[in-house]
Each structure stands twice: as structure tokens, then as C-alpha cells.
């Protein structure tokens, strides 16, 4: 007995970790997965409906105006924050003086939450006393700017506040990866009469290929996912205009009494996810084991 | 002679871009310095706005400074105004929100660290497997839970309770700090397990005695890691509680969100630095493994 317990003491102690996630990640997930295919409304019912909800959910206006903003929004994140990202961790990696001041300042957005960033940022971007009132108190009369409260625009506020938030640790990740790089490849650059400019672009970031698909995958990560900014800025409005699939799916569930339907919502986003993630992880892995 | 003519000319070429080197200097700092004043800005509109009265607000612009340091608006923010039934203040929130911290950055550390010990130094049939399967957990979006997990805290009877935000953070937390106690023991050398188990050491005593000891730094990691998703998280704290035990960031929602007759701008910002400062202070003390967290968690996860 003494013997058993000694030789399995490992999985024993692993057991409550796989346990505690088998139950709660995979299991309510599948869970999740057989409501999205039941006819439940208020109540979660247990007969089988088909795809009822899918179809129901791809009829829906709202779903789709959701599905159109988290494109645009992962669209213009990606690509601003990346830019920004790159354009901030070259600049730094030039013996900067005062690098760690800079980096701090680049980076502490991320060490707050949405809803505080959230905040301020409605606050900045408010027509009545934020930045429209600062330029009109500069002088430009004419100076309008009220996207938070345009239906036309306001999902732009959200890319504003989402790529300041998020800019810097693509920075951090390209700055880790410009400085893994070893000198020598550089210099060799260099001597055969390389600028400045060809270095980076010929050489350094297609080294940094890898940097780029780990930043690739958790910007879409947190635009998919991306639900407390849009609370914090708009609550989905003005109308439903900024509505996002993670605001639609606790909206259907919790305010709205269409479990079923929220629940083929979250199925959507898990499928979203898992199309992004699984290709990653196996990348990841296969590095790993070559290693 | 060829030697010659080419040193020449790369002196001619050095003087050239010594030009170019002093403008591309300058127009870098430019540039650094124009992003890092967008970075900076709605931190210091925040601060500002936070010390001025309203109408201090109504007349100025955004970045005018503040005629005094006024902290009212901090100490409505935190205690409220004293009038009762309607007076909504940050205070119990601030507690809730530490109460429901800490329990869970300990437990999830906890689980993460004897996880991650077991995955590299105990290794068995099928380990990777297991280690795929806990780490898929870091990238589910929560919405696939949300349903299930709102009737499970219902069924144990601890929804809208801080117990209950304490279970749900120490389970969804445990994939990271598995990642992160896992490729941290990775690279100490296996040899060392060995010897202590040759010389008899068990299970437990490998674990105290040699891994602990050294462990510092990734404890220091997860620690910083899991507090800052933790504090920061509304996802959760918005579903799963609502009135006496939600969290900090649901209740500065709700203060911002109330619509009474009068918005007080300065209150919002005060209480939104309130909700921010914890984590602000973490970041600036140990920015360091702050950022190791980040790009490690996000590197492998």
C-alpha cells in the first residue's frame, strides 16, 4: 500500500490540476457545445433541436453586425498595433538613453485593467468637455470630434483604446526578439556595406518570424475575446453599433433569457479561437521537441 | 593600392552619414518621445482631472493643471458622501476585490508549482499530453463557460459570493502558472532530482528542499502574473456577482455607468485611478517580472 501510494505519488498530486480542468475547461465546454443544440430559452432543456440555433444566430442582425465589428476591429488592432510595436522596438534598440523610462511608459497600459482604461478614455473622447473642447478652446471653432457617440464611427474609439492598451507588448515581444539576435550578424551585415535600414528589413525582421506569429495569435486572441473595453466605452452603442460577439453572447444569456442562442454564440468564438490556437500550439511543440 | 582606395572612401562615406547619423538621432528621440506622450496622455488627464472641482473641469481644457491639489473627489470616490441608501463608494469593493485576490493567487501558485514540478521532474508515459491538455485551457474564451459554470457556483450555493470568484479564478488560473512553473523547471538540470533520490529523498522533500530553494524568481512571476489578471478581471466579476460581493472593477463600472442627475467627472477619474493604482504600483515596483510574465505566458501561451 505504503509502496503504491510512493510510486504514484505524482499523479496523484498532478490529479486535482487535470481534474479540476477536465471538469471545468472541457467538460463545460462540451456542455456548452450540447445546449447550442437544444431549443433553450430561459432554462437550459436537454432535447436535442439540430442546428436550430446556428441558423437562428447566422438570421440574427445583431450577430452579424458583431461579426462585421470584430473584423474591422482585429483588422485595424493587428495591423496598428504591430506597426506601432515594431516601429517603437527598433527605435529602442538603438542605445537609447533613457530605454527604461521609455519602455515603462510604453508598456504600463497593460498592467491596467479595460474598465479603467475604459474609463478614461470615455472621458477623453467625450464631445462635450474632452479633446472636441480642447481643440475648440485652442481655437479651431470648427474642430468636431465625436466618434464615441457616431453610429458610423464609434468602433474606431474602441481601435484607438484597444491599440493603446495593447502596442506596447508587441513592443516588449520585438524588443526581446531584436535583442535574442546575436551581434555578429549584424556587424558581418555592416561590413558588407548594409545601412541601417537594409539590416532591419533584409535581415533582422525576417529573422523575427516567429515573433510575428506569437504577436499575430494573441492580438486575435484578445480582439475575439475582447469585452470589457467595449463595456467600459459604449455598452455596444450608440445603438448596437459597436456590439462584439463576446458582448452578444452574455447579453443573450444573461439579460436576454436565449441560453441556447448565446450558447451556439460562444461555440462560434471557441471555433474562432481554436482555429487561430491549434496551429499555434503544434508550431510551438514542434520547435520544442526539435529542440 | 586597393586596400588604399577603398579605406579612402569609406572615410568619405563615414563623414557623409556622420550628417545623417546626428538628424536620424534626433528625429528618433522625436518619435519616441511623440509615442510616449500618447501613452502618457489619458494617464495624466486622468490624474489632473481627479484633483479638479467641476467647474474647474467646465472651464478648462483637458490638460489644464489643476488650480489646487484638491483630493475631494479621491475621498468621495473611496468613502462616499455619507448620505445613505444611493451613495455608491469604492471602499467595500476595494476589499472584496483583496479578499478574493489572494486566496486564489495563493491556491492557483500553489497547483501550478507542484504541476509544473511533476510534468518535468516526474515525468511519465503520456506527460506532453497531459501538459497539451492543461495548457488549452490558457486560450478557451471564457463565453464557452460562462453558462456552465453560473449554474455550477448556483448548485454549490456560493454564486454572488467571493468564495465563488475565488474557485473560479484559482481554476482558470491554474493553466498559466502550470505553463509558467513548467518552463521554469525545464532547464534545472534533472541530475540534481536524481542524486536527491538516490540519496533516498522522497517525493515532497525533492520538491522543499531543492526545487523551492530555488525558485524565487518564477514565484515572483506567477505571483505578479495571476494578480494583475485577477485584480483586473470584469469578465468574471460582472457574470458571476452583483451588488455587496462584486469585485472593484464591476463596482467602478457601475459608478461610472450610474446615471445620476449630475456627472461628476473628477469622481470617475479618482475612482478609476482607485481601481488602477494596485496594479500600477506591482508594475512600477517589479516591471521586470511584470514583463517576463507577458512574454513568457505569451511566447509558450
Known amino acids: 500500500m505504503f509502496k503504491w501510494l510512493e510510486k504514484n505519488l505524482p499523479k496523484i498530486v498532478m490529479a486535482p490540476a487535470v481534474g479540476l480542468i477536465g471538469w471545468f475547461v472541457y467538460g463545460f465546454v462540451l456542455w456548452t457545445l450540447y445546449i447550442s443544440f437544444t431549443n433553450s430559452k430561459i432554462l437550459p432543456k436537454y432535447e436535442l433541436w439540430g442546428f436550430g440555433q446556428y441558423e437562428k444566430l447566422w438570421a440574427s442582425r445583431k450577430w452579424l453586425i458583431s461579426v462585421d465589428n470584430l473584423l474591422v476591429f482585429t483588422a485595424l488592432f493587428l495591423i496598428f498595433c504591430i506597426v506601432i510595436g515594431i516601429i517603437l522596438a527598433i527605435f529602442l534598440d538603438q542605445k537609447i538613453r533613457a530605454e527604461g523610462v521609455l519602455r515603462t511608459i510604453y508598456l504600463y497600459p497593460m498592467a491596467l485593467s479595460f474598465i479603467v482604461t475604459g474609463t478614461a478614455w470615455k472621458w477623453i473622447l467625450n464631445p462635450t468637455l474632452g479633446i472636441q473642447k480642447m481643440f475648440i478652446d485652442w481655437g479651431f471653432e470648427n474642430f468636431t470630434f465625436d466618434w464615441l457617440v457616431n453610429r458610423e464611427m464609434a468602433i474606431y474609439t474602441i481601435v484607438i483604446a484597444g491599440v493603446w492598451q495593447s502596442a506596447g507588448f508587441v513592443m516588449a515581444l520585438f524588443l526581446a526578439g531584436l535583442r535574442s539576435v546575436e551581434d555578429e550578424i549584424v556587424k558581418a551585415a555592416k561590413i558588407d556595406g548594409a545601412g541601417l535600414f537594409t539590416v532591419y528589413w533584409k535581415i533582422l525582421l525576417p529573422m523575427m518570424r516567429p515573433v510575428f506569429f506569437t504577436s499575430f495569435v494573441i492580438l486575435v486572441h484578445i480582439s475575439i475575446k475582447s469585452y470589457d473595453l467595449i463595456v467600459a466605452l459604449t455598452q455596444g452603442g450608440p445603438g448596437i453599433s459597436t456590439t462584439m460577439p463576446a458582448l452578444f453572447m452574455t447579453q443573450a444569456a444573461f439579460h436576454k433569457s436565449q441560453v441556447g442562442l448565446s450558447a451556439a454564440s460562444a461555440m462560434m468564438m471557441f471555433m474562432a479561437v481554436a482555429a487561430v490556437i491549434i496551429p499555434y500550439l503544434y508550431s510551438e511543440l514542434r520547435r520544442e521537441n526539435a529542440r | ?301
Not at chain 2, 509615442?35 to 481644457?61: H, W
Not at chain 2, 468564495?163 to 502558472?177: E, R
Not at chain 2, 522522497?202 to 531543492?210: A, E, P, S
Not at chain 2, 506567477?222 to 452583483?242: H, P
Open chain 2, 1 to 301: 593600392m586597393q586596400d588604399n582606395l577603398q579605406s579612402t572612401s569609406y572615410k568619405e562615406l563615414e563623414q557623409k552619414s556622420k550628417y545623417t547619423n546626428i538628424f536620424l538621432r534626433w528625429f528618433l528621440y522625436f518619435i519616441l518621445i511623440l509615442f510616449a506622450s500618447y501613452f502618457i496622455f489619458p494617464l495624466y488627464v486622468m490624474v489632473v482631472t481627479s484633483l479638479k472641482t467641476m467647474e474647474e473641469i467646465r472651464q478648462g481644457t483637458l490638460l489644464t493643471w489643476p488650480s489646487s491639489l484638491n483630493f475631494d473627489s479621491w475621498l468621495v470616490a473611496w468613502g462616499g458622501r455619507g448620505y445613505g441608501a444611493g451613495d455608491t463608494f469604492l471602499r467595500p469593493y476595494f476589499w472584496n476585490s483583496i479578499k478574493m485576490v489572494v486566496p486564489a493567487v495563493f491556491f492557483s501558485t500553489f497547483i501550478g508549482a507542484m504541476t509544473g514540478y511533476v510534468l518535468t521532474k516526474w515525468r511519465f508515459k503520456g506527460d506532453q499530453w497531459v501538459f497539451l491538455f492543461l495548457l488549452f485551457g490558457c486560450f478557451i474564451p471564457f463565453q464557452a463557460i460562462l453558462l456552465p459554470m453560473a449554474r455550477t457556483l448556483g448548485s454549490l450555493g456560493i454564486s454572488n459570493s467571493v468564495v465563488g470568484l475565488v474557485l473560479v479564478h484559482t481554476v482558470y488560473g491554474i493553466p498559466f502558472t502550470t505553463l509558467f512553473f513548467r518552463n521554469y523547471y525545464i532547464s534545472v538540470p534533472t541530475e540534481l532530482v536524481k542524486a536527491a533520490r538516490i540519496d533516498g529523498a522522497g517525493f515532497f522533500k525533492i520538491f522543499f528542499k531543492i526545487l523551492l530553494p530555488i525558485s524565487a524568481p518564477i514565484i515572483v512571476v506567477t505571483v505578479i502574473w495571476q494578480f494583475t489578471q485577477i485584480w483586473n478581471d470584469f469578465l468574471f466579476g460582472s457574470t458571476f456577482s452583483f451588488g455587496e460581493a462584486a469585485p472593484i472593477q464591476v463596482a467602478l463600472n457601475n459608478m461610472v455607468l450610474s446615471s445620476t442627475s449630475v456627472k461628476e467627472y473628477n469622481v470617475d477619474m479618482a475612482s478609476a485611478i482607485i481601481a488602477g493604482i494596485p496594479t500600477l504600483i506591482v508594475y512600477v515596483l517589479a516591471g521586470k517580472y511584470f514583463i517576463r510574465g507577458l512574454t513568457s505566458g505569451a511566447v509558450k501561451g
